[in-house]
């Protein structure tokens, strides 16, 4: 096949998958999810009114880390927590209780189609009176350059899809994710990505109309293009913290995706590569393959790590982690949370 087939055939493909996204979407064929209240008032904070919407699953290591960085930035956050049977939600509970503007929203299916859910949030969120702004991200995504990034927000036209790149964090190793000072002396940044990923950010006046792709990597409006504001500030990424998250989180991944309906293509492919290594390394995880997971998480790097990792020193006001004694730190429930949603499936 000659490079120019392989290419319309990659652009009909994608459109193809658009499509079906968005006619299903419209007919009203998407999960089942909690309603988001409308009489609910996101109160701006440096001229910008800019909210977040995450996904959680078992995300008890970084919850707090996210909510506490991202606060200088973020005026409230809407998080779906997807049935966590870590301390995830009582650490939300208490970040809630001590003042952070947090709604959470309970889901809980086996599986899910995470653009189905995030093109409705998104468009309920950016509904809500006081929201200029609304940020997909992850709970694993940080970041600290916030008075840069509120800056860039009024370079951002409301008819604009504002992208952010990724800046990939590989852990020193251990449990470093539990300290207070994790991200000023615990990680190290990539410097040439080896497959450059990035992050929308939506204008609410442009939300109502558009769609999110799977991963929050893109967005489109199926009737016509939309123009693209890169931003300079940088979107910390840190995806593999701990030993015992990567071992859980890769294969409960590659179980979700075995099972996984209407799978869009390279989808879950990080959680197999993931899991084929753990199988193979006897169910443990080293620092060493700590570091050469997280490093090459995205798609292989051709540079060595020691030529392509520079110290990782952010600039951002200090904060104490309060609520570690409310980290579980146990895999088994996990498991077994997995396991209970695979019988409740097949026993209907």
Not at 179 to 197: D, M, Q, R
């Amino acid at each position: 096949m000659n490079k120019e087939l392989f290419l319309f055939l990659k652009i009909i493909y994608k459109y193809w998958n658009r499509l079906k996204f968005s006619i299903r979407y419209g007919l009203g064929i998407r999960p089942n999810m909690p309603v988001l209240e409308k009489n609910i008032i996101v109160k701006p904070s440096l001229k910008h009114g800019i909210a977040s919407f995450t996904m959680m699953k078992d995300e008890e290591d970084i919850v707090e880390h996210f909510i506490r960085i991202n606060s200088a930035w973020c005026c409230h956050f809407f998080i779906y927590d997807d049935g966590s049977s870590d301390g995830t939600v009582d650490i939300i509970a208490k970040l809630t209780e001590e003042g952070f503007p947090i709604t959470l929203l309970k889901g809980g299916g086996l599986t899910y189609q995470q653009n189905y859910i995030s093109t409705y949030y998104v468009r309920a969120i950016a509904a809500l009176k006081g929201v200029d702004f609304v940020f997909p991200i992850d709970s694993d995504e940080f970041i600290f350059e916030s008075l840069e990034f509120i800056a860039e927000l009024n370079l951002l036209r409301s008819d604009e899809i504002g992208y952010i790149n990724w800046r990939s964090l590989v852990p020193s190793g251990g449990n470093a994710i539990y300290s207070n000072s994790a991200f000023s002396t615990c990680f190290e940044s990539v410097v040439v990505e080896a497959a450059p990923s990035q992050k929308v950010v939506v204008p609410a006046k442009l939300a109502a109309s558009i769609y999110i792709e799977m991963g929050n990597h893109s967005a489109f409006h199926f009737l016509r293009p939309l123009k693209k504001y890169f931003f300079q500030v940088r979107l910390s990424h840190v995806p593999v913290r701990t030993c015992s998250q990567v071992l859980v989180k890769s294969l409960i991944g590659s179980y979700k995706f075995r099972i996984k309906k209407n799978k869009s293509r390279g989808e879950g492919s990080h959680w197999l590569a993931m899991a084929k290594r753990c199988r193979e390394n006897g169910y443990v995880v080293s620092d060493s393959d700590l570091r050469n997971i997280s490093y090459n998480y995205v798609s292989p790097h051709v540079l060595s790590m020691d030529e392509n990792l520079v110290i990782f020193s952010p600039i951002f006001d200090f904060y104490e982690l309060k609520y570690d004694k409310l980290l579980k730190k146990n895999i088994i429930p996990q498991f077994d949370d997995f396991v209970l949603r695979v019988l409740d499936e097949v026993g209907r």
